[in-house]
């Protein structure tokens, strides 16, 4: 199975959905999941680059390559740092994209993702939240 680290829908190798995170909770209408709405769909083409992953739902479109153009000077300077190639370790990012703006509006609208993707925090605060019903919590002068 597949379970997407952004919402925490999860999928079996066919990609059919098969569990959706807090269902009852989400608000789905009663038509949501039918007849495989739902499930992934087949990408029309796949490319790597040493080792990043691109996928085209539309089947007509450039070479990665051609599409990455001088791009690719960048990530074989990131990659080319070790012999043993690159390992990618959990952790926050910053960057700054070329992009519309309306990506990072929906991203911080969409609070459904919240548990999967940031699910220490999710955790710490649900925490939280029961040890003040059990009044555990109690503060604290730091002078």
Known sequence: TYTCPFHGWTFNNSGKLLKVKDPAEAGYSDCF???GSHDLKKVARFESYKGFLFGSLNPDVPSLEEFLG???KIIDMIVGQSDQGLEVLRGSSTYTYEGNWKLTAENGADGYHVS?????????????KEAQ?????RAMSAG
Request: no cysteine.
């Open 33 to 35: 999941n039918k007849d």
């Open 133 to 137: 019903a059990a009044d555990n919590i």
């Open 70 to 72: 001088e791009t690719t």
């Open 116 to 128: 999967a993707v940031h699910w220490n925090y999710a955790a710490t605060t649900q925490h939280r």
